[in-house]
């Protein structure tokens, strides 16, 4: 294995790492693909946290300062229509970690809350590096890739096919130390951040809600099965 061979793999494949892990094994013929700011699995620089994933990526495409990721960072994760009050503590929560960097999926609601009141932010796309997705979060995107760093690894144009979101969440759990759960639903890309989080062992902190809180069932139902539950001396007031 090479590193030109991976890279052109990932550009054939879009990415797809059971089509990328295909063409390993199968030792395809290929052609050398030129593609700048790009890392793959064999490279010194290559965030080591990532390697203790299963099905750890096997090229990344980034925009940014690759340094962010030699730094301790925490996830903020949750609903794309969140409540007032999760957006609320989320933007206390974010003030009150400004000392880490902050890493969530640049998507609409908690995760554009999350990147917007950070300091130092990492995004995590679930299309090609340069697809901009969702569209609404245009000025956002373009803010974290000049003064933060975002990583894919979907290369140029890949869409944002559904199964991307649930495979991208793996890194988001990956490079943090803490997963930190604003509002979440029994089926959501949310949880599948928070099963990966506790196959890797890492920690989950969820954000208590009102007991007759509709919005906020799954959320105390994690505290009562055993997450810890976000306190105030974690938040900025």
Known sequence: MNREKLIAYSFYYGGEYGRIEKAIAD?????????????????????EKLRDLERAPYVLYYKGDLSLLEKEAIAIVGSRNPCE????ATAALVKGNNDKVIISGL??????????????????????????????????????????LILSEYPGMSKPYAYHFPFRNRIIAALSERVYVMQSAKKSGTMTTVNEAL???????????????EEGRQNNLLIYEGADPITIEEIAI
């Open 107 to 148: 998507a609409k609601g908690i995760d554009a809350c999350a990147h917007e009141n950070a300091s130092e932010t990492i995004g995590i796309l679930g299309c090609g590096i340069d697809y901009i997705y969702p569209f609404c979060n245009y000025d956002l995107i373009r803010r974290v890739e000049k003064q933060g």
């Open 27 to 47: 030792d395809e013929p290929y052609k050398d693909v030129k593609i700048e700011n790009v890392l793959t699995i064999l490279d010194d620089d290559y965030p």
């Open 85 to 88: 009050y999760a957006l609320k």
């Open 199 to 213: 196959h890797l062992g890492k920690a989950v902190s969820v954000l208590p809600y009102d007991l007759f809180a």
